[in-house]
């Protein structure tokens, strides 16, 4: 059965840094307000289930594993992620002076699951839990945080401000829980032990070339770990980048790093104009906005970045019809081969179907349709050895697609 994060004891693992700074058992009891003899039951069973050994014991004291030091670093940035969920959370000066240090692992995993779900009875048949529990386990937490994180609306809920707060830092701290289980794996096991889950939000452009070339290498080169590759625009990921619920974002970059992200580039991409193989202007060197105007196109919504470089393609002039909006490439690439309908998109996108012979681009690169492609990730994130592989690869996988395009 694979251990998830929350069935850790939290206290057991904010113990462990007490006990690496102390190097005494007796004295690191004392911090976390445990008996000597629980402290040290609690800290077999975290090695029993991490199956792997924190400290070595000795006649005058403990000392960390490298696997312990390990995990209690990442225990420490979980406790932070909650700590800084709960500042100002609590009304009129009430609650706890450290609220995280009084949450439990079931409590947590019970808002998760309700947040996810939006309803007790979503929740309950998502977690094997009965409603009361839940109910129980929520009110308790809301007693901690002294703060409101629930409205109900019918038979659902809704989270405040405050339970979204809370939601954000619980996922965060659960990903660095979870990056400790696997590294201590790693320190213990070796390539034995399972890499654990790597989640990738892939913006369109990257789901075509780069993506999938890293990801097939990657599994060849570290077995075990599962991939989650979760797709949608800018918009759509960012919150769940921020959230924790992925780990990192490949596409293309804003302008300037978004507050609480950081941003890596990985190739520049230069925009074309695509349509049908055998289309009437696909013969032509360079037919001109006058000819491209004549036609019909697909194009993403108002406000999205691909949308904004085709307004720009055609601005102080008369813009062509625009029959359809879409921000599919799947169907785009569908209707583009039944119509003479035109579009404007990477040439990575269509890649296959260009060599397939079923698509084809018109005329040359658009001069300003350029896109900084690239990596985001939160600026505090710290990668698993697995995750810093498939970043490389990522990379590679951006050099060796450029290197194929211009042979």
């Keep these: 059965m694979t251990l998830t994060p929350f069935d850790l004891n939290l206290r057991h ?4 840094s007490a006990v690496v700074s102390n ?16 402290l040290t039951q609690g800290l077999g069973k975290l090695e029993r289930q991490l199956d792997g050994r924190l400290f070595e014991r000795h006649s005058d004291g403990v000392s960390a594993t490298e696997a312990g030091m390990q995990m209690a670093d990442r225990a420490a940035a979980a406790f932070e992620h909650l700590a800084a969920s ?11 002076a450290r609220p995280e240090h009084l949450m439990t692992a079931t409590q947590l995993a019970a808002f998760l699951r309700l947040a996810d779900a ?13 409603q009361p529990a839940l109910h129980r386990a929520v009110r308790d937490l809301e007693q901690i945080c002294a703060a409101p994180l629930l409205e109900r609306r019918g038979r659902n809920v809704v989270l405040t401000a405050a339970g ?3 939601a954000r830092g619980i996922r965060l701290a659960a990903s660095e829980i979870a990056a400790g289980i696997v590294e201590v794996g790693a320190e213990v096991g070796g390539d034995q032990r399972p890499g654990g889950r790597i989640a990738i939000g892939a913006m369109p452009l990257s789901r075509a070339l780069v993506l999938p070339r ?3 290498r990657f599994v060849r080169e570290v077995p075990g770990t599962v991939i989650d590759v979760v797709e949608g ?25 978004p507050p609480g992200f950081q941003q890596r580039p990985l190739f520049t991409d230069q925009l074309v104009v695509v349509g049908r193989a055998g289309h009437p202007l696909s013969g032509h060197v360079d037919p001109g906005l006058t000819a491209l105007g004549d036609y019909g196109w697909i194009v993403a919504a108002p406000g999205t970045p691909l949308r904004l470089r085709w307004d720009a393609l055609f601005a102080n002039r008369v813009a062509p019809d625009v029959p359809i909006e879409c921000g599919s490439v799947m169907v785009i690439r569908g209707i583009l081969q039944d119509s003479d309908l035109l579009t404007l998109l990477s040439p990575d996108q269509v890649a296959l179907e260009i060599t397939a012979g ?5 005329g040359p690169p658009l001069p300003h349709g350029t896109r900084i492609i690239g990596i985001t990730t939160r600026t505090d994130w710290r990668p698993t050895a697995a995750q810093r592989s498939l970043i490389a690869l990522i990379e590679q996988a951006a050099i060796d697609t450029r290197i194929q395009e211009n042979k």
């Design 86 to 96: 709960t500042r100002g959370a609590a009304r009129g000066g009430r609650g706890f």
């Design 23 to 38: 190097g005494s058992l007796s004295a690191a009891a004392r911090v976390v307000s445990l008996s000597q003899s629980a």
């Design 118 to 130: 939006g309803s007790f009875v979503g929740a309950a048949t998502a977690s094997g839990l009965s």
């Design 164 to 166: 979204r707060r809370i």
């Design 214 to 216: 890293a990801i097939a």
């Design 358 to 362: 079923m698509l084809t681009s018109i």
């Design 13 to 16: 693992l904010r113990a462990l």
């Design 233 to 257: 625009s800018w918009r759509e990921l960012i919150d769940p980048l921020r959230d924790g619920v992925i780990d990192v974002m490949i596409g293309a970059l804003r302008d300037e790093d």
